[in-house]
Nanobody, 120 residues
Framework: QVQVVESGGGLVQAGGSLRLSCAAS????????MGWFRQAPGKEREFVAA????????YYSGSVKGRFTISKDNAKNTVYLQMDSLKPEDTAVYYC?????????????WGRGTQVIVSS
């Protein structure tokens, strides 16, 4: 079992920045990919970004590439999502997830989410 807990959501104006954190715990995480997903009201959950546990491989959706950066701190077992140049359409509940050995959905372990609201 892997447990993940997100934090760092909030309200920000368009053009601003937020950094989300995801604290992971449980079994050894060395072979896990960590991902961020989001779900806006009335929409399906979508992939945002993912990173290998080594940090050497990162993946982004086209809608956030160049604005969001995924990173991790192995010493703290924490994954971050730095979100810059935020847009109102980035408003969503953001979820952290973990998957063994692959960055592609479906992911196996999920957090409860953290709300991000971007005002225009």
């Amino acid at each position: 079992q892997v447990q993940v807990v997100e934090s760092g959501g909030g309200l920000v104006q368009a053009g601003g920045s937020l950094r989300l954190s995801c604290a992971a715990s449980g079994r050894t995480l060395i072979s896990y990919y960590m991902g961020w997903f989001r779900q806006a009201p009335g929409k399906e959950r979508e992939f945002v970004a993912a990173i290998s546990w080594s940090g050497s491989n990162t993946y982004y959706s086209g809608s956030v590439k160049g604005r969001f950066t995924i990173s991790k701190d192995n010493a703290k077992n924490t994954v971050y999502l730095q979100m810059d140049s935020l847009k109102p359409e980035d408003t969503a509940v953001y979820y952290c997830a973990a998957r063994y050995m692959d960055y592609r959905p479906p992911f196996d372990y999920w957090g409860r989410g953290t709300q991000v609201i971007v005002s225009s």
